[in-house]
DNA sequence: GTGAAATGATAGTCAAGACTATTGTTTTGG
DNA sequence: CCAAAACAATAGTCTTGACTATCATTTCAC
């Protein structure tokens, strides 16, 4: 197992100027990570794109994985915020399709619509402290669904609805990333699929009385 | 976007020897992989363990991402063999369900079985070498199912049938990732679901005549 | 306005890691 | 058994990249 390098910030931006900064590593750490990749990105590099130098950029940040750290953060909150903010209209098959259908389809929206949302999208993969925060996002994500099912029916198994809604979760973010790795394929369709065979499983651990 | 720095093989193993060193530094590769993970791996390090020096290692492989190629290529393989090898009874819901969740577990067997599977597993998504040897391995899997159900039914539609093949086969790998993931989980029941799940989408597919 | 805190730049250090020119040693075909 | 090929080691080079000790400048509190 590899040991966890990483820490919170250094210093809190306290003036107009360093909270410029401070966005500004972040802006350029996406922008490059879009262009070179995760293994190629350096702090180096991040800092002589920003026109910056090092110690600004450590003044901020612990080290390196903690500019990712707060990029992938940035993103996974984004992404659970809009979870969160949808609800169906009713529990019937279509309304939860077409609620989790609207889910995946903004969630590949805002990721479009962030810098390099696609490419820390991947690279949540690729590192010990982006995996911790991909699955911490996640698991907010499944309990925020086990919550809203067992709202419906309390009778469900608390744990079995959470491991199911657990699989969900996971299931739609991996069909969402696909969107991103696999552009051959229709997107929408693709999104369609997910969508209803979420929605089936939903409606069927509903029914599971 | 990033380069592609990767090639094939630099000297073909002709002597019993130069093939016990290939394989060592394989199986070296997989052993530190597991303990210090994909960022910290280097080919320094894998010499020094394997009783090597750089240039033996260089003979075989022309750069380290080539090393992380082979290991790839040969899990994929192992999980594609056992993929294509089983086939259903008969295409009922239940006969599918059984097939695919028997297709799960011997997945689960022979990733944990290899040494460093479970991380040679997460670290496909960490390179872009890796990434491509993921994304091949799937596409190749969902060909083999498209045809397979295409075989049952040969009016569906070729591209679409393939489209829903490949995320079903995503999907399945999701959860097969989640079982090395989250252990916290029980295993035998994610699996299960996830069976279900896929059964009911090839079934569905079977059925849109 | 002035001193202190905050911010940033100069100019590096240091370690690690990818990769190699060369030389020695083992194996094998004949 | 010997020459040539295959194999591996010696001993590096050279780049990159994380990170810092120190000094200069800007901003704010008063």
């Known amino acids: 197992m590899s040991a966890s390098p990483p820490l919170k910030k250094r210093s809190e931006p306290r003036q107009g100027r360093s909270e410029k900064t401070y966005d500004l590593i972040l802006a350029t750490a996406a922008e490059l990570l879009e262009e070179v990749g995760f293994e190629r990105l350096s702090t180096n590099m991040i800092c002589k794109r920003a026109g910056l130098t090092?110690?600004?950029?450590?003044?901020?940040?612990?080290?390196?994985?903690?500019?990712?750290?707060?990029?992938?953060?940035?993103?996974?909150?984004?992404?659970?915020?809009?979870?969160?903010?949808?609800?169906?209209?009713?529990?019937?098959?279509?309304?939860?399709?077409?609620?989790?259908?609207?889910?995946?389809?903004a969630t590949v929206a805002v990721t479009r619509a962030q810098t390099a949302g696609a490419w820390i999208m991947r690279s949540l993969h690729a590192s010990p402290v982006l995996?911790?925060?991909?699955?911490?996002?996640?698991?907010?994500?499944?309990?925020?669904?086990?919550?809203?099912i067992r709202a419906r029916n309390e009778t469900l198994d608390q744990d079995q609805v959470y491991a199911k809604s657990r699989?969900?979760?996971?299931?739609?973010?991996?069909?969402?990333?696909?969107?991103?790795?696999?552009?051959?394929?229709?997107?929408?369709?693709?999104?369609?699929?997910?969508?209803?065979?979420?929605?089936?499983?939903?409606?069927?651990?509903?029914?599971?009385?």
């Open 54 to 105: 090092p110690p600004a950029l450590y003044r901020y940040f612990p080290n390196k994985y903690a500019v990712l750290k707060e990029l992938g953060e940035q993103l996974m909150r984004t992404q659970n915020e809009l979870f969160e903010g949808m609800e169906p209209r009713s529990f019937s098959k279509d309304d939860i399709e077409h609620t989790i259908l609207d889910v995946l389809v």
């Open 131 to 148: 995996a911790e925060v991909r699955i911490n996002s996640h698991r907010q994500a499944a309990q925020f669904l086990t919550s809203l």
């Open 167 to 209: 699989l969900g979760v996971e299931l739609g973010y991996a069909a969402i990333e696909m969107v991103f790795d696999e552009t051959e394929l229709d997107e929408a369709e693709l999104l369609a699929e997910a969508a209803n065979m979420l929605a089936r499983t939903v409606v069927r651990i509903l029914q599971e009385a």
